[in-house]
C-alpha cells in the first residue's frame, strides 16, 4: 500500500535510463496520471474502455515504445484500470521479447485482481482476453486514496471480485466483505480488505503461478461471467457486474451438483438485488451465451464447459465440467431472480 506515489516509485527507478522510461495511461481522469506526467517521461494516452483492449491498441503501444527507441532495458509504467494494466502488460511483455513494466492501478477492480499475479492479454474476435501472456510487472503500487474520486459503479465492480476472493478463503475474510457498507462505500475500511484479498490471491499465485490447477480457483464466477460480457460487448457491462452474475450462476451450480450449502447463493442474490441489478439479457441469448462459454479458454477439449465451483466456502473445485443443459439450466434460474 502507498500513501504516495512519487515516493513510492522514485526508488524503482533508479536503475533505469531516464531515456528509457515511459509511461502509457488512458483518458480517464485520475490523480496518479497527473502526478506520474508532472516526472516528465513520455506519456501515450489510449483510450478508456473495453473496446480499446485490441490488437489495434496494442500496436499504438509498441509503436510508441519503437518511435521512442526504447531498448530491452526499458521500462514502461502502465497507470490505469484493469483494461490499461492487462493491455500495458501484453504489449511490454511481447516488445523485444519482454521489457519491464510498473502497474499503478487506478481502479479498485484493478487494484484487487487485474494488476497482480502477472496475468497480461487483449480480446480478440469478440472474445475476452483470448490472447495474452504470463509476465509478472516488476512491481505494482497499491494507493487506496486514488479511489475516493471513483464513480460508484467502477466501486462496485471492483468490489465483485472482492466477494469473489472472499468466496475463496477459508477464513473469515467472506463475512467481513459482507459487513462492508455497499450504500456508502467507505474508502478506509476497504484498506485491509484489499490487502487481505491480495493475500488470498498471491497465495493461490504463488503455488499455481501458470494456471495449471489451483489458480483456475480464480475464475470463480469468470465461465458466466465473461460470456455475459461478451455478449454485451455493445453496451458494455462492467466486468464486476458480469462477474457477480457470473458467482450467482456458478454458486447454483455448486449448490445443485456439489451439495454447497445455499447461504452464500442467497446472500450473494441478495446484494445483486439491492445494489447491482438483475443481468439485462433475455431468454434467447442463452444458447449464444452457451456458444461462448464452449470457447471459454479454461477449457481442455473443444466445446466443453469448465467451471469453477465451490463445495463450500474456501474449498474450490476447479476443473468442473458442466453441460450444455445444465449451462442452460443456471441461465433459466439467473435470469429468473
Ligand atoms: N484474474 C484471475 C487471475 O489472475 O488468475
Not at 502509457?24 to 508532472?38: G, H, Y
Not at 510508441?64 to 526499458?74: A, M, N, S, V, Y
Not at 523485444?96 to 510498473?102: C, S, T
Not at 465461465?223 to 457470473?246: I, M, N, Q
Amino acid at each position: 500500500m502507498c500513501a504516495d506515489i512519487i515516493q513510492a516509485i522514485q526508488p524503482l527507478l533508479v536503475s533505469y535510463d531516464p531515456q528509457q522510461i515511459v509511461v502509457v495511461t488512458t483518458t480517464a481522469v485520475s490523480a496518479a496520471r497527473s502526478e506520474v506526467a508532472a516526472l516528465g517521461y513520455p506519456v501515450l494516452t489510449l483510450p478508456d474502455g473495453e473496446a480499446a483492449k485490441s490488437l489495434a491498441t496494442v500496436q499504438q503501444i509498441w509503436d510508441f515504445l519503437l518511435d521512442r527507441r526504447i531498448t530491452r532495458r526499458g521500462l514502461l509504467i502502465c497507470i490505469g484500470g484493469g483494461v490499461l494494466t492487462d493491455l500495458g502488460g501484453f504489449a511490454a511483455s511481447t516488445y523485444k521479447r519482454g521489457i519491464a513494466f510498473i502497474h499503478i492501478p487506478t481502479t479498485l477492480l484493478a487494484m484487487v485482481d487485474a494488476s497482480s499475479g502477472g496475468k497480461t492479454g487483449i480480446n480478440y474476435r469478440g472474445l475476452k482476453n483470448v490472447i495474452g501472456t504470463f509476465a509478472m510487472p516488476l512491481s505494482t503500487l497499491i494507493c487506496p486514496s486514488l479511489l475516493s474520486t471513483l464513480p460508484p459503479r467502477e466501486m462496485l465492480s471492483g468490489f465483485a471480485e472482492m466477494l469473489k476472493t472472499g468466496l475463496l478463503d477459508s477464513g473469515d475474510l467472506w463475512q467481513r466483505l459482507l459487513r462492508y457498507d455497499l450504500e456508502t462505500l467507505p474508502v478506509e475500511p476497504l484498506h485491509a480488505l484489499i490487502d487481505d484479498c491480495l493475500a488470498v490471491k498471491q497465495r493461490i499465485v504463488s503455488a499455481d503461478p501458470h494456471e495449471e490447477g489451483l489458480r483456475k480457483a480464480l475464475n470463480l464466477g469468470h465461465t458466466f461471467g465473461h460470456a455475459l460480457e461478451e455478449k454485451s460487448l455493445d453496451e458494455p457491462l462492467p466486468h464486476g457486474y458480469a462477474v457477480l452474475y457470473g458467482l450467482i450462476a456458478e454458486l447454483y451450480l455448486s449448490v445443485t451438483k456439489l451439495g454447497c450449502p445455499r447461504q452464500p447463493l442467497q446472500q450473494l442474490t441478495q446484494l445483486m438485488l439491492h445494489y447491482y441489478g438483475r443481468p439485462q439479457c433475455k431468454c434467447s441469448d442463452r444458447q449464444a451465451l452457451i456458444s461462448l462459454m464452449q470457447q471459454d479458454k479454461k477449457n481442455e477439449r473443444t466445446a466443453e464447459i469448465n467451471c469453477t465451483l465451490l463445495s463450500a466456502i474456501g474449498q474450490p473445485a476447479v476443473n468442473t465440467v458442466i453441460t450444455p443443459a445444465e449451462a442452460d439450466e443456471t441461465l433459466e434460474y439467473l435470469f429468473s431472480l
